[in-house]
């Protein structure tokens, strides 16, 4: 792509993120994100407790609550992103790609946890602090990847959809 044009679709993104967002706005579902930070975070402390058990309860709900906020943005907010056309930085493969990533990160949290519980507090230090290591790569890839959508994938859907459009989608988005 040339530098002019490269410019343009950059600047395109900019404005689309200084827009003031619309009364219904997909920013709403930063309280998603938010929800799922808290309970990361309820989640590592348990583990700093070494209350291995409620530590596997609470992961389990992170990884439930991720996987429907995944379910959500793949299945109905995606396919309405792509009327937006090509936006730099904002290819709807980095946000899939970087959902598999946290699933399998999470996944993996999940399978060492029981494993951990069957030991002694003194074999499982070690492993622990191993845990929290992981812990550190996975808050920056969730904070590498709700920047993305916080600036460029919620904004643009605001971009693309009508105040009744989005109040619809945003029902689906929060069930009950
Ligand atoms: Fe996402
Ligand atoms: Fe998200």
Not at 12 to 36: A, N, Y
Request: aromatic share 8%; proline share 6%; net charge negative.
């Amino acid at each position: 792509m040339p530098v002019e044009r490269l410019l343009e679709e950059l600047n395109r993104v900019v404005d689309i993120s200084r827009q003031e967002p619309p009364p219904s706005s997909f920013l709403s579902l930063l309280e998603t994100h938010e929800w799922l930070d808290e309970h990361f975070l309820l989640h590592q402390e348990a583990l700093l407790a070494q209350d291995l058990l409620l530590a596997l309860q609470i992961l389990e709900k992170v990884e439930e609550g991720q996987r429907e906020h995944i379910r959500v943005e793949e299945e109905i907010l995606l396919p309405v992103y792509a009327r937006a056309g090509q936006i730099p930085g904002g290819n709807p493969e980095f946000y899939i790609n970087e959902h598999r990533k946290m699933l399998t990160i999470l996944d993996g949290f999940k399978e060492t946890l029981p494993r951990l519980i069957e030991k002694s507090p003194g074999e499982r230090r070690r492993e622990i602090i191993e845990l929290f290591d992981q812990g550190y790569w996975f808050k920056r890839l969730l904070e590498h990847h709700d920047n993305r959508e916080e600036n460029i994938l919620y904004p643009v859907l605001d971009g693309v959809t009508s105040e009744e459009e989005r109040e619809e989608l945003l029902e689906k988005c929060f069930p009950e």
